[in-house]
């Protein structure tokens, strides 16, 4: 693997997202700072863990970039969960790692980022800005039950009351929920979770490692019933696979039923080495829409406009009916949607009334 090359910026002046190939710095971490460890319990078996020390963990999304936060933080690389359309699946391309199974079972675990958070967040060049959570990879994955990393990070956020947002699709979230608790009280907190379909037959082959879509909602739930308001990302809608009128019904009446705050659809999008190895499932358990989604994105890696709007103003007319109405303000100023969406048509946020 290609530890040695890796490069972010400096402490001091962060800028730009770690792994894109541009010239950095400073080395990410040391060679020998890497220790790679295997488990052997059943919920880890198979994978990898690729233990580092990093020297940076708050990153910079690119300046022309349309999302509605600046900065980031990523205490791991690759994801169990094991989405076969994860859009991050080429991050791993950078550390000389397979973005198909290698994504799902070698995973690089920043096992000094709760420390690496508190000193940024104490500099007195840091100005306090939103930090965006689960925005590459989830930071509520299955290592995060070994690792541990998420308490520190949030005791760092609370208390230096420093705002932020994470998205996810683990139910590990609900450990934390005095801690939430804790940072809402004294900072702006904004939490989403992941729920693109509830058909239980999709969710086993596409999201594997995921928990089920109706435990995702529990964590909703969960939330709601302890004063932490949630919303959910409807993403991905997946062309001729999710997006049949009464499969978006039953998403979203799902959703408005759990006490999301709002819901905010978002079509699949197949970005290099996503596209690869969505195509290659979709060849072994959908063979007959191969062809269809050649044609759908052969444009590149996101579906036509037409189609975009189409599936949001579906999910419009949904969730006005099961009680959730567009928000009057528009959408707000730092959901926590996924980095690489931002060529995409803007998502559009409809808010609980």
């Known amino acids: 693997m290609r530890w040695e090359n890796l490069r972010v910026e400096s402490a001091a002046e962060p800028t730009g997202r770690p792994f894109e190939g541009r010239p950095r710095d400073a080395a990410l971490f040391d ?155 004294v900072t702006d907190v904004g939490i989403s979770v992941s729920v693109g379909f509830t058909d239980p037959e999709l969710w086993r082959t596409v999201e594997p490692g995921t928990p089920a879509p109706e435990r995702r909602l529990d964590v909703v739930r969960t939330l709601a019933e302890h004063g932490v308001g949630c919303g959910v990302l409807m993403a991905p809608v997946i062309p001729f696979l999710s997006d049949h009128p009464g499969q978006l019904r039953a998403t979203v009446r799902a959703i408005a039923a759990s006490g999301a705050t709002s819901v905010t659809p978002l079509v699949l999008h197949l970005r290099p080495g996503a596209r690869e190895w969505f195509m290659a499932w979709l060849g072994q358990h ?34 006005q009916e099961y009680g959730i109405g567009p928000t009057r303000a528009g959408m707000p100023r730092r959901l926590p949607v996924p980095e690489t969406t931002e060529q995409a048509s803007e998502p559009t946020q409809l808010t609980l009334l």
């Open 286 to 319: 959908h063979p007959y829409l191969v062809r269809r989604y050649e044609r759908l994105y052969a444009e590149g890696a996101y579906a036509p406009k037409w189609y975009q709007r189409r599936i949001t103003r579906q999910v419009h007319e949904l969730a």
């Open 31 to 185: 060679a020998d700072a890497v220790t790679t460890r295997t488990f052997d319990t059943p919920e880890f078996s198979g994978i990898t863990f690729h233990e580092i020390r990093a020297k940076s963990i708050v990153n910079r999304v690119p300046g022309a970039s349309r999302m509605p936060f600046e900065w980031t933080v990523n205490p791991y690389r690759g994801c169990t969960h094991a989405c076969v359309y994860c859009f991050a699946r080429k991050t791993h391309s950078y550390l000389d790692l397979d973005t198909g199974l290698g994504f799902d079972s070698q995973i690089v675990v920043k096992v000094n980022a709760p420390e690496l958070l508190r000193r940024h967040l104490g500099s007195p060049r840091w100005q306090g800005e939103h930090i965006a959570m689960g925005t590459n990879v989830d930071c509520y994955q299955r290592a995060e039950g070994r690792y541990r990393l998420m308490p520190g990070i949030l005791a760092a956020l609370r208390d230096h009351a420093n705002p932020f947002s994470i998205l996810t699709k683990g139910t590990l979230i609900l450990r934390d929920l005095d801690l939430l608790k804790q940072a809402s009280g």
